[in-house]
């Protein structure tokens, strides 16, 4: 692979195929910005990481790319991974998206009035570059000291389809978040003896009053509010924007056996027979030290049930004047909203093999990291994007696609395009406001070919 000198520069290279990379190009084709999408293996590929029963959390009503709203026969199911896939790739073809499929990205580093990227296929020259690949990257292990016993079997949530790929025997799940939960969730509906040691989170309400909760956040500009007008930074309390940037989604899902998701209630998770542990302190051979988690159960507690009463709010200003028909949504409320709970208290040390457990699943989450991008002052100590809301501080390096990097919504199939409309104005700015001269594919060896539009 060698660069090519005299090749006029694309306007621009989104790196990533995935839901926020897509709406961006979709925008970039409207606007008559010449560029293209590369993607290291096939549109989509991200989701391919989930486990079988993955569903989405956000319900399919909201589902929505610039020019594309769900109007399927679910509205308020929660699609698989595989219908995601398939609703991008369609997507991708319908819009004749210039996606180089397979096309890995090695290095990326300014040069001249631009960027070269050298690729799989060939080099080439952009004016700008926008990095779409996602923060879930490289997967993140306990932060506590982890060293279990060599006979453990040991994965990361990223790993983790289901169940029968565990060996036999009890399985400790380490991290509190959506994918630590529903997949403790998961290996016990398959019969599995689970302990989980959580994080600090508490459940969000799956439906009140007839409606999914993102509904009522979606009706009260929450979803999508951005997050410069949070009333804490508006105000300038200090470290607010870094709290925005680092607020985690309250426990829900997209799981359900009544067809349209659930709460993810820790007192049902306990009747169950799951164990709830604190958050790991310390973990070698088989011996693991947990914090008590009664107050860990206890602010979560209070934070579900304030939850729930900010919803329903929400829902008594729009019903005060509106008849509204009896709902049994009381189903979908988790069981520490209407009971009270005082939890025992909770093992703080446990031998894992006294315990008979033979797993470990670590959903711990992932770190951001793009090895390839060899542009200097651009990311903080911690791999988070410098600049303004994707904007960087290098001119023509952009990001998207990012959890709250504009707003909440930033990472969700639900975003509908906002976030790539105000990186669009940026990147138009940072081209003058003029489409570069166009450019052949010297060098490359780029695949791409538009397909014939396809009907759902």
């Known amino acids: 692979m060698q660069a090519i000198p005299d090749a006029r520069p694309y306007d621009a290279v989104v790196i990533g195929a995935g839901h926020s990379g897509l709406s961006l190009s979709a925008l970039l084709v409207e606007a008559g910005v010449r560029h293209l999408v590369l993607e290291a293996e096939t549109i989509g590929s991200s989701w391919t990481r989930r486990w079988d029963s993955f569903r989405l959390n956000t319900p399919n009503f909201l589902t929505a790319l610039p020019g594309y709203q769900y109007d399927g026969a679910d509205p308020t199911g929660f699609a698989t991974a595989s219908e995601v896939i398939d609703m991008l790739t369609d997507y991708a073809r319908r819009r004749r998206l210039p996606v180089v499929e397979g096309c890995v990205v090695h290095r990326v580093f300014a040069a001249g009035d631009g960027y070269r990227v050298i690729t799989s296929d060939g080099t080439l020259e952009a004016r700008c570059v926008v990095v779409a690949s996602g923060e879930y990257r490289r997967p993140r292990w306990p932060r506590a000291f982890f060293s279990p016993a060599s006979e453990l079997q040991v994965i990361h949530s990223g790993d983790y389809r289901r169940p029968q790929q565990l060996g036999p025997g009890a399985v400790l799940v380490i991290g509190g978040g959506q994918s630590g939960a529903q997949i403790a969730q998961d290996l016990r509906t398959a019969g599995r003896e689970v302990y989980w040691s959580m994080a600090d989170r508490f459940s969000h309400i799956r439906r009140v009053r007839g409606r999914d909760s993102m509904h009522w956040w979606d ?23 870094q709290k925005a940037r680092t607020a985690e989604f309250p ?36 011996i693991a030290h947990f914090r008590d988690a009664r107050p860990q159960i206890r602010e979560a507690v209070a934070g579900t049930r304030a939850e729930y009463r900010h919803l329903n709010d929400m829902a008594d200003a729009h019903y005060a004047s509106i008849a509204e028909s009896p709902t049994d949504d009381a189903r979908y409320l988790p069981e520490e909203v209407y009971l009270d709970w ?27 990291q793009w090895p390839w991008l060899e542009v200097p002052g651009v990311l903080d100590p911690n791999g988070y994007p410098l600049g303004d809301y994707g904007v960087s501080p290098q001119p023509g390096l952009f990001f998207i696609g990012m959890y709250n990097l504009q707003r909440p919504s930033s990472n969700f199939l639900c975003n509908g395009g906002r976030d790539a409309r105000e990186l669009l104005q940026s990147i138009l700015t940072h081209l003058d406001a003029s489409a570069s001269p166009p450019c052949n594919k010297v060098g490359l060896n780029l695949s791409f070919r538009p397909a014939e539009p396809t009907t759902r």
């Not at 009706?219 to 924007?241: C, F, I, N, T, Y």
């Not at 005082?342 to 711990?364: F, K, M, Q, Y």
């Open 219 to 241: 009706m009260q500009g929450l979803l999508h509010r951005h997050v410069s007008e949070r009333p804490d930074v508006v105000a300038g309390v200090p470290g607010a924007m």
């Open 251 to 286: 426990l829900v899902s997209g799981t359900g056996a009544l067809g349209m998701g659930s709460s993810i209630s820790l007192l049902s998770m306990h009747r169950d027979g799951i164990v709830l542990l604190g958050r790991l302190e310390h973990l070698e051979g088989h």
């Open 342 to 368: 005082e939890p025992d208290a909770s093992p703080r040390c446990i031998r894992l093999d006294a315990a008979g457990i033979g797993s470990i699943v670590s959903a711990t989450g992932f770190d951001a």
